[in-house]
């Protein structure tokens, strides 16, 4: 099964996962990383977020995002937590830490996110292309957009090479 997120530079891969949780000083580490990414990977394929144990992709259609602790964000987590990771990691200027799995505390927090995000006023906008490229059309006119570079597949499509094998398996 290939899941792949919205920032991810490839598909989820569960060894990208597993040298992420693997303590080159613990040996003993190995059987519970691994029994860890055994769990995890459990949790995504039947579409669950590994973060907090919700949907990953509550609507048809939509695309989880990527976590932030490996670098290439093939990890899947639904918005909300992508969203938290997203603001975690700019007030503290560090990358989500892979300790993070079912955190009841952050579950909380979660909670408390969803709660304030559906407290907010929407407002409807739509993304188009204009002659200088991506523009976001909202009910304030149209608002060219500039992203930040970010290295995900929206940016540079997929490099499925390494998942080829998977595939075929």
Request: net charge negative; with cysteine.
């Amino acid at each position: 099964m290939t899941i792949t997120t919205f920032s991810g530079t490839h598909p989820y891969r569960p060894q990208c996962l597993l040298a992420l949780l693997l303590d080159p000083d613990d040996p003993d580490s190995d059987d519970t990383a691994v029994e860890r990414v055994a769990d995890i990977t459990g949790m995504i394929e039947n579409a669950e977020c590994p973060r907090c144990g919700g949907d990953l992709a509550p609507r048809e259609g939509e695309i989880p995002s990527g976590s932030r602790v490996t670098p290439c964000r093939c990890i899947p987590v639904c918005h909300v937590c992508g969203g938290l990771e997203a603001e975690e990691e700019e007030h503290s200027g560090a990358a989500a830490h892979p300790s993070w799995w079912l955190d009841p505390d952050l579950i909380a927090r979660t909670d408390r996110y969803i709660h304030w995000l559906a407290a907010q006023p929407r407002t409807r906008v739509e993304v188009g292309t204009g002659s200088t490229g991506p523009v976001l059309l909202s009910e304030e006119g149209v608002t060219p957009v500039e992203m930040e570079p970010h290295g995900g597949w929206a940016e540079y499509g997929f490099d499925d090479a390494a998942d080829t094998k998977e595939r075929e398996s």
